[in-house]
């Protein structure tokens, strides 16, 4: 079993910054991806950043320029700078195992921004 854990949200003002940290950790873990979905409120979940074992990097197009994913072995950071009102919503860390690519997520963490 994986357990994934994010910290770093909070309220912040439009243009700010903050950073997310996520990590997977379990017995005997190998992690291949990671990644960030954002929820705003009312909205489906939407992938934002994701890294790949070898450090590849996808982002989703409204968070490009802005956004940055990097990765340090079981755990995945998002700094988010510029940010928006829209940023606004849970965010959820992802890690996928290597043997079975199982998805697990965490339980999400809060970030608020005002305008």
């Known amino acids: 079993q994986v357990q994934v854990v994010e910290s770093g949200g909070g309220l912040v003002q439009a243009g700010g910054s903050l950073r997310l940290s996520c990590t997977a950790s379990g017995r005997s873990v190998s992690i291949n991806a990671m990644g960030w979905d954002h929820q705003a409120p009312g909205k489906q979940r939407e992938l934002v950043a994701s890294i790949s074992y070898g450090s590849g990097t996808t982002y989703h197009d409204s968070v490009k320029g802005r956004f940055t994913i990097s990765r340090d072995k079981n755990t995945v950071y998002l700094q988010m700078n510029s940010l928006k009102p829209e940023d606004t919503g849970n965010y959820y860390c992802?890690?996928?195992?290597?043997?079975?690519?199982?998805?697990?997520w965490g339980k999400g963490t809060l970030v608020t921004v005002s305008s």
């Open positions: 992802s890690a996928t195992s290597s043997l079975r690519f199982i998805k697990y």
